[in-house]
């Protein structure tokens, strides 16, 4: 079997075949819960439309040599003209969005978090959320890349405030919608800078155009004002202060998906724009824009892990973790080499188990009756040992501590701050920065695990928990793989390296 | 494949697999974890004596290795390898598990978890010793530092939880700033092999790294040295090891102190001195002087210590600041080329980190014992107890005497062959005065011995002990004390038992 059933039925829109189906999933969802009305129904439904799509994704990643000319949608002459392109590097990042939406969709309807009315426009608004972020990695130029953001975003607004019954949620999408339209007005407007300036919009074109022109005014103007815009998407700081709002009023299923999905959406935007537009350009000078980076990098983890340690929330502490992750991710943009792109995207994926795990735990622990304080945590291994203990992996993970998942990823990831294929680089002093850091994070994290095995459970409280089993699978799948890919991760670190490698040469 | 290659995995395996056992024993089972946990330790005993009984020429044969990762250009791959500097750890874990193991015997307080993590530190601590893969031997590294953690904020004392979460904060970051000196030695190595893939194993960055700039050497030897100096522990990154091994429960403290500080010196010569020679030259002034301030600085503040054990934590730092003395003298000897000094400064620091694993695991078993025996540790409390536990009073006596170095048993040689070697160093140095130093520590640590023991054995009997509730020493402590006085004896009436195996592994040294 190989790729030619998609492109003999398919032709030239075998490119965005995994999104068709999503789409299609979409659109019947609100009649499957109107005919149905049963939650099981549509999350059936859903889960079956993302694992197709997931299964065609795979084989199209699989095969994707051998398509040839049909991985451009339209072809080179048509209306579309290579609007979207899949590449190994979109069907990953396709793949990354696809479990992470696999274990939202999962847990959703078993969520009583998660709001019994309109359950079919929320199953609907996770597809099509999924959908816009599969269009950004495919998406050739700016232009593609921002109506997907765009179909992301709106979806998200509305994902956050559909968490009715809590007046956080509604804060929560006020903060979201507000932030989220300064995050569009500022992107665009650095479209047009850029556009102005470089006379394309095309990724494959801006570097060609950036040599040739070089630095002006508008364009350094766009570039920061772009920076700025997809800089929330990935609540990297300064541009960071909605997202601990946002994950602690929205559900937690929903803070999952906006953790682990949106987020990486955005860096892989910044892969996509900044870092095909920059790498390897001697002729003009990049070094401002990599200390950009890089100090944007050094200010979230820093921020994102000190701030961290104030928290009392656990959803809020998780928040602050990503953020510092963010910044973890963003050492591939200051180093630019395709070895720290690598262990950028390794990093993505770990992150997706990990904090998923521990944000999935959360949300089964608020179904099972416990708060979101780190204090109502006290004494988790008595009433619920292996809920802890799959916590205490997740964190540890997270903290970077061997043979775990998280370790792995930072590795290759830090690693490549200190190596960029020849002598020992430059940035080191990113990678000490990192290093520190992950230290910082262990003392949080550590806080969490001796409440959950050290502290004794409070009065009243000393039962053992019971939570919908559904949490326990998305859970189990998350532990596994936090091991799994620690102990052995080369099925998927070669992948990586095979994406970092056919991003910055097909462009 | 035979045999003989799958000891040293199994080494790690089977402990592991005791661990995982162990901590399912929970409930009604319970009772039989203790029996489980030591059978496995012993397993593990027998594997390390199949490798002792082998001659040290033919270590050769027990290598085993296997691909792991081979992705994104990055090598990683299951190397364990045994030699002559790390036999005798091996054996000294293996030995010091099956002890603490039948010590801890009375374990009420969930017993499978403990047993498990004590099984578990074994895993790491093997680990350590045995692979020679850098990404291995820093996972392993970091794997024998949570169950410790976990050991004393659970069975710790009334302090454990600050106690646990300073060493393992302390610990932790001291590795990652190893970690970005393995990466850039690593990475330097690849780009100076003109290889695309990255190789992590030892054998690839020794060979490659001598050929690099001794600037270089010398920055990334300051960053694996601290990761390792803080292990060890050094003054002045001590400050976590005697809050750790006063609180930790003393099967830890016994680990703690007899194995687990010997991976900071076992680093410092495994990775520091064998891999980066041209540093060695500059830093070996830097090493000498740490190891000096430890070994009066541990040896002063003994003496105002009213823990007991408070007081053997800070003997250990004079102790291991011995060990430091001798590596910084190997490292003065190799930059000036003197093969004898390099040969003599890597034995001792070798033979002294196996004598300080052998009597500092006496020395906690006999606090730990005072403090379950007597209901304290305090020195003040007790006195004249010679007459009221004389069984005890005889080992606390014989794990005091060799700590301070008397002839005839293990410390003596460790002290004598470590200070000759410094003599050697100091002397083209001209800074003889050094040696008023060395001596001075030797002085003090004699006399915090016999004060203490003069004021908890003997003069007039306590009043502030209530005496109904003390006890001598049971069977099983006898036994498990007795086992550690008769290898004290044993190796310093006949220290060549264990120096045989190091000078193999130090005549290779004296070649270069």
Redesign the interface.
């Known amino acids: 079997m190989d790729a030619s059933i998609f492109t003999n039925i398919f032709g030239y829109y075998t490119a965005i075949l995994p999104m068709i189906i999503m789409i299609i999933g979409a659109m019947v969802m609100p009649a499957v819960y109107m005919l149905t009305k049963k939650r099981a129904a549509v999350t059936a439904v859903s889960l079956v439309v993302v694992v197709v799509s997931a299964v065609i994704n795979l084989i199209m990643l699989h095969y994707i040599g051998t398509m040839g000319d049909y991985i451009y949608l339209g072809g080179t002459s048509a209306t579309f003209s290579g609007l979207f392109v899949y590449t190994s590097f979109a069907g990953l990042m396709i793949m990354l969005f696809q479990i992470v939406a696999f274990f939202a969709i999962l847990v959703s309807g078993s969520s009583r978090e998660v709001t019994k009315l309109h359950f079919g426009a929320y199953g609907a608004l996770m597809l099509i959320a999924t959908t816009g972020m599969m269009f950004v990695v495919a998406a050739s130029d700016l232009i593609g890349i921002f109506v997907g953001v765009e179909a992301v975003s709106i979806s998200s607004y509305a994902l956050v405030t559909l968490k009715r019954a809590d007046p956080r949620a509604a804060e929560a999408g006020v903060k979201y919608v507000i932030i989220g339209g300064l995050s569009t007005a500022l992107t665009i407007y650095g479209i047009s800078m850029v556009y102005g300036s470089l006379g394309t919009i095309a990724l494959d074109g801006l570097q060609v155009a950036f040599v040739a022109k070089g630095w002006t005014w508008g364009l350094v103007i766009g570039i920061i004002t772009m920076i700025a815009g997809y800089g929330f998407k990935i609540a990297a700081a300064p541009f960071h202060m909605w997202a601990p709002d946002v994950y602690e009023g929205a559900a937690t299923p929903v803070s999952m998906f906006l953790a682990t999905g949106s987020k990486k959406m955005g860096l892989a935007v910044f892969f996509k724009v900044f870092l095909v537009m920059f790498i390897g350009v001697t002729a003009v000078k990049v070094e401002p824009v990599q200390y950009l980076f890089a100090i944007i990098a050094a200010v979230s983890m820093t921020v994102g892990n000190v701030v961290a340690i104030a928290q009392n929330n656990i959803k809020r502490m998780l928040a602050y973790s990503s953020i510092a992750q963010a910044g973890y991710i963003l050492i591939a943009m200051a180093v630019m080499t395709p070895y720290a792109l690598t262990g950028g995207l390794f990093h993505m994926f770990t992150h997706v188990f990990m904090k998923g795990g521990a944000f999935l735990i959360v949300g089964a622990l608020i179904c099972a009756g416990v708060g979101e304080k780190i204090s109502d945590y006290n004494g988790l291994a008595r009433r619920s040992p292996l809920m802890a203990f799959a916590m205490m992996l997740f964190l540890f993970s997270l903290a970077g501590v061997p043979p775990l998942a998280g370790f792995t990823s930072k590795f290759v990831l830090f690693s490549g701050a200190i190596y960029d294929g020849g002598a020992v680089s430059t940035w080191v002093w990113l990678a000490f920065i990192a290093i520190l850091n992950s230290a910082i994070s262990l003392y949080y994290y550590v806080r969490v695990i001796k409440a959950m095995y050290i502290e004794k459970p409070a009065k009243g409280t000393e039962g053992k928990l019971s939570y919908p089993k559904v949490f326990a699978i998305a859970i189990a799948l998350c532990a596994i793989a936090v091991v799994v890919l620690g102990i052995y991760p080369n099925f998927l670190l070669e992948p990586c390296a095979t994406a970092a490698k056919d991003l910055l040469g097909v462009f | 494949m035979d045999f003989n290659t799958l000891i040293l995995p199994l080494l790690i395996l089977v402990p592991l697999i005791g661990a995982v056992l162990t901590l399912f024993m929970g409930g009604n089972r319970a009772k039989y974890a203790n029996l489980v946990a030591l059978v496995f330790t012993l397993i593990t005993l027998v594997l390390s004596l199949v490798v002792m009984i082998t001659p040290v020429g033919e270590l050769d044969k027990f290598n085993f290795t296997a691909d792991?990762?081979?992705?994104?250009?990055?090598k990683m791959s299951f190397i364990f390898v045994v030699d002559g500097l790390s036999i005798l750890m091996v054996f000294l874990t293996a030995m010091l598990e099956v002890l603490v193991m039948a010590f801890s015997y009375k374990q009420s307080d969930r017993p499978n978890y403990f047993y498990a993590l004590l099984l578990a530190i074994e895993v790491g601590l093997m680990g350590v010793y045995l692979s020679a893969d850098y990404?291995l031997f820093?996972?392993m590294w970091?794997?024998s530092l949570?169950p410790m953690y976990?050991l004393i904020?659970?069975y710790g004392g009334p302090r454990r939880?600050y106690s646990a979460?300073k060493f393992?904060?302390y610990t932790?970051?001291a590795s990652?700033?190893m970690?970005?000196g393995i990466?850039?030695m690593v990475?330097?190595s690849?780009?100076l092999a003109g290889s695309a893939t990255?190789d992590f194993s030892f054998a690839f960055v020794k060979q490659w790294m001598a050929g690099a700039d001794s600037v270089?050497q010398i920055l990334v030897f300051a960053m694996l040295f601290f990761g390792f100096a803080v292990k060890m522990p050094a003054v002045p990154f001590h400050t976590w090891l005697p809050d750790a091994h006063v609180e930790a429960p003393t099967a830890g403290s016994v680990l703690l102190a007899g194995v687990m500080l010997k991976m900071g010196s076992y680093g410092i010569i495994r990775v520091c001195i064998e891999a980066l020679p041209g540093a060695l030259g500059s830093w070996q002034y830097i090493v000498i002087a740490i190891g000096l301030v430890s070994m009066i600085y541990g040896a002063y503040a003994c003496i105002a210590q009213r823990d007991l054990k408070k007081m053997v934590a800070y003997s250990s730092i004079s102790h291991m600041g011995l060990v430091m003395v001798a590596m910084g003298a190997a490292m003065g000897g190799a930059a000036a080329g003197d093969a004898n000094l390099v040969k003599m400064g890597i034995e001792f620091a070798i033979f002294q980190m196996f004598a300080h694993g052998l009597i500092s695991g006496m020395l906690f078993l006999v606090c730990g014992t005072a403090g379950h025996n007597f209901g304290t540790r305090e020195i003040p409390l007790m006195g004249g107890m010679a007459g009221k536990v004389p069984v005890y009073a005889a080992f606390m006596m014989f794990a005091f005497m060799a700590s301070l170095g008397l002839p005839g048993l293990i410390g003596f040689w460790g002290e004598f062959g470590i200070i000759a070697a410094f003599y050697q160093w100091i002397e083209p140095n001209g800074m003889l005065y050094l040696l008023v130093i060395c001596l001075l520590s030797l002085l003090l640590t004699a006399g915090y011995y016999l004060w203490a023991m003069q004021r908890t054995l003997f003069g007039r009997l306590t009043t502030k002990l209530d005496f109904a509730h003390v006890h001598d020493v049971d069977r099983v402590e006898a036994v498990v004390l007795g086992v550690l006085a008769f290898a004290i004896a044993i190796y310093g009436f006949w220290p060549d038992l264990a120096l045989s195996y190091v000078t193999g592994y130090a005549q290779a040294w004296a070649v270069i």
Request: net charge negative; hydrophobic share 70%; glycine share 6%.
């Open positions: 792991w990762i081979n992705a994104g250009g990055l990404f820093y996972i970091e794997v949570i976990f904020s659970w939880h979460i393992f904060i932790h970051v990652l700033i970690l970005i990466f850039c990475f330097e690849a780009h990255v270089f």
